[in-house]
């Protein structure tokens, strides 16, 4: 091979440093940084805790009773109302706090740690893929399958007014047809929707007779409604702007109250807290997800990527998704403290875990009224459980920020 | 179009024959005219240089190429693109992709910013090989070390396993360039490779290319704002202007012979080293016009100094001056 370069600048080239990958890095400027290892030990502590009581140290709260221990005080002695150690003091029932903190570790970070997940997945995914379409236009395929999750969506409506399921999966197949046939009568569209419009409501319609003429006939203009919708194309930025305009809505609602909303119309439950506490934080990570996906696609590698030839898929997991992770990882740790904090505040108002299951905010909302009586350990212990949690994930958080920083970056 | 003359024009025709090419983007001021009905081709082999200040369109045309426009707010409204027989603007969008890369690569201007910092460098190069040439991961990395090794890269056993930011801007270059000829392409665009880069390391990525260009005979297209580094490299030369090519021909024609006033002009520019210290640089007054409203008439008719009042009425179309294809649009190129 011909020598291109010279001997010097062999030489000053390879002055590099010495092989390190990003997350070896990340994780060395976080283990130097003592607040973020104060939160990650705070962290561990309470995971170790709640995972440790849940699987070695066996709890049946249906069964913990003692109506003569309740409301003592906080003792590491023996004393003659009870022969346990109450290290925490006990509540109303007379049950022992402290095991009832750890237990309650394990329902509390649980609701966080899956609420987050559902809002990460689904608030992520949305927010990758709005993000991604905003500059890129849809393919064939990806038309069809969205347009194919469209109509799946838009038929839930007249399968619910028309209790029949399977008309949901008939409008899935009318978005389909459509996208395949996109081109079908391209240069007419009017006529196009008209066509779409008539065979949607004669899909809602027809199921809906079955069940009553007017269910029929309401079935019908639905359906007709979303025939039209269904016959015009979908590009990559009408998904987009549709995907975020969904999330401003979800948005505006304060995130409190549409938690409670959403539980009321659930009923109260821990699986049900987890699903409305996820739901509520959905548009966070859509939008931080889309935002670092706008600026990540103006980056040259991805042109570069595109320019060898590489399919959406491949750009969008291989060269995107590696690069937003560090923002998305943060506000996932922040997130667990917010899901947390969500959760005790729904336990305490009673929509959360059902008693007597053990839960941080279950617990304070049982034992809040016995504060005037001057039991202060009933409410203090799982309240500092609250607390100390929360903060460990927030200076994780903060940590992980100025760890995953990439301007801190040579 | 029959199997025969398609045959026909694959022996007889150029690499690539652009017609018409117009390109426009869609934007809240208005309608931006960036590449308005150019022409031109290039055979197998040759190495083009295509010149003109910043934002002339020079990069908008080679994405057009490629098909990497943004559509919104991008649209390439009309002309013809062929490549080996086949019009690349009426491929679809799976034919194109298999296209990319394999016959015709590209290198960016900004070595910085063009290789993925989360992958090592031999990853993003072997994941080319793998897409097009059918390889393996042993074979894409065998033969990723054979390309960091043609590039110049020292030690490219180790170099492979390493991550962008452990390579200076000059080893970037190279390791793009590396991938972009990893698939062995028949046309490679260079858009400003250089640009981004200092002097001493701009001449040993010229060398690179021009030394790969004559070991594997593809074609290049040099694009540049530098008249200086092209000509000691291209075989032809594009000179574009607000989105029109306004002179081209073969290398020697375009310096010996320059027609142009701003051809003119941005050789008058170049510094040179007989010159006196303390000579100051001659520079083209003015600025290249808004291409959201062009003008109707010449474009350079702002800037130039050999104007006559008829330049505005109509524009110039490019005119054939010799028999080499030396070609220009100016409407007084006989008398200046």
Redesign the interface.
């Known amino acids: 091979m011909t020598e291109l370069i010279s001997e010097d600048q062999l030489l000053t080239e390879f002055a590099v440093r010495e092989h390190r990958s990003l997350w070896l890095d990340a994780w060395r400027r976080l283990i130097s940084n003592r607040t973020a290892m104060l939160g990650l030990a705070i962290v561990a502590i309470f995971l170790l805790t709640a995972i440790g009581a849940h699987f070695f140290w066996e709890y049946d709260p249906t069964v913990d009773l003692d109506y003569n221990a309740k409301l003592l005080a906080p003792t590491i002695v023996r004393s003659d109302q009870s022969e346990k150690i109450h290290l925490f003091g006990t509540d109303k029932l007379g049950r022992d706090i402290f095991r009832r903190v750890v237990h309650g570790g394990w329902n509390s970070l649980r609701v966080g740690i899956i609420a987050v997940s559902i809002s990460l997945i689904v608030g992520g995914i949305l927010g990758l893929l709005a993000g991604f379409f905003e500059s890129t236009d849809l393919n064939g395929v990806e038309q069809a399958v969205l347009t194919s999750l469209l109509g799946l969506g838009c038929g839930a409506l007249p399968a619910w007014i028309a209790n029949q399921p399977f008309q949901a999966l008939l409008f899935m197949l009318l978005g389909l047809g459509s996208a395949l046939m996109s081109t079908f009568m391209a240069h007419r569209q009017n006529l196009r929707k008209v066509l779409f419009g008539v065979i949607g409501m004669a899909l809602g319609g027809l199921p809906g007779l079955m069940v009553a003429p007017l269910v029929g006939l309401v079935c019908a203009v639905v359906g007709f409604g979303i025939g039209i919708i269904l016959a015009k194309p979908i590009s990559g930025k009408a998904f987009s702007s549709f995907t975020m305009r969904v999330m401003d809505i979800i948005l505006s609602f304060p995130s409190y109250l549409l938690a409670i909303a959403i539980v009321a119309f659930l009923g109260p439950g821990l699986e049900k807290g987890m699903i409305a506490i996820g739901f509520v934080g959905i548009p966070v990570y859509a939008r931080l997800a889309r935002s670092a996906v706008l600026s990540v696609s103006q980056k040259e590698y991805v042109l570069a990527s595109q320019s060898i030839g590489e399919s959406h898929g491949r750009i969008l997991f291989r060269h995107i998704v590696p690069n937003i992770l560090s923002p998305i990882i943060v506000q996932a740790t922040m997130g667990l403290a917010d899901a947390i904090l969500s959760a005790a505040a729904l336990g305490f108002l009673g929509l959360g875990a059902v008693p007597p299951i053990p839960e941080w905010g279950a617990m304070l909302g049982d034992s809040y009224k016995y504060l005037s009586s001057g039991a202060w350990w009933a409410v203090l212990f799982p309240g500092l459980a609250i607390m100390f949690s929360v903060l460990g994930f927030n200076l994780l958080g903060d940590g992980l920020r100025d760890a995953l920083d990439p301007k801190m970056r040579l | 179009m029959d199997m025969n003359s398609s045959a026909q024009q694959n022996n007889n025709l150029p690499l690539l024959r652009i017609s018409n090419l117009q390109t426009r983007f869609h934007t809240q001021d208005g309608v931006v005219h960036a590449v308005n009905g150019i022409s031109y081709s290039l055979d197998s082999g040759e190495i083009l240089g295509v010149v003109g200040e910043s934002g002339c369109g020079k990069s908008v045309h080679a994405l057009s190429i ?1 098909r ?1 426009i ?3 707010p991008g649209e390439i409204a009309d002309g013809e693109i062929w490549f080996e027989g086949r019009d690349l603007l009426k491929l679809s ?2 034919e194109m ?6 016959d015709i ?2 290198v ?3 070595p910085m ?7 090592t460098v031999g990853f993003q190069i072997c ?2 090989l793998m ?2 040439m059918n390889m393996n991961r042993k074979q894409a990395r065998e033969r990723t070390i054979e390309l960091l ?4 890269i ?2 490219p056993t180790k170099r492979i ?3 962008p ?4 801007g ?2 970037r270059q190279r390791a ?1 360039i590396a ?2 000829l ?2 062995e392409p028949k046309l490679l665009i260079a858009d400003e490779p250089t640009t981004a880069l200092d002097v001493t390391i701009q001449a ?1 990525i010229i ?2 290319v021009m ?1 790969l260009q004559k070991e594997m005979g593809m074609s290049v297209m040099w694009i540049t704002h530098d008249l200086g580094i092209v000509a000691e490299m291209v075989h032809k030369i594009n000179v574009m202007y607000a989105g029109f090519i306004i002179e081209q021909g073969l290398v020697d024609d375009i310096y010996d012979e320059t027609l142009h006033p701003y051809t003119k002009g941005l050789l008058g520019s170049l510094p040179s080293i007989d010159e006196a210290p303390g000579t100051k640089l001659i520079s083209i007054p003015g600025l290249p016009p808004d291409l959201i409203t062009l003008p109707s008439g010449c474009p350079f008719y702002a800037r130039c100094t050999y104007r006559r009042d008829y330049c505005r009425e109509e524009r110039p179309e490019l005119e054939s001056v010799n028999a080499n294809g030396h070609a220009v649009a100016c409407w007084r190129w006989r008398e200046i």
Do not use: K, W
């Not at chain 2, 992709?97 to 394999?102: E, K, S």
């Not at chain 2, 090794?149 to 110049?152: E, H, Q």
């Not at chain 2, 930011?165 to 200076?168: N, R, V, Y």
């Open positions: 490629m990497l943004q559509i919104p969008e799976n992709r298999r296209l990319r890369g394999r690569a590209m960016f201007q900004d910013t063009s290789l993925n910092p989360v992958y994941e080319a897409l097009h090794n043609l590039v110049g020292p030690e396993d390493n991550y930011h452990q390579f200076s000059g080893m793009m991938m972009a990893s698939c040993q060398d690179l030394n």
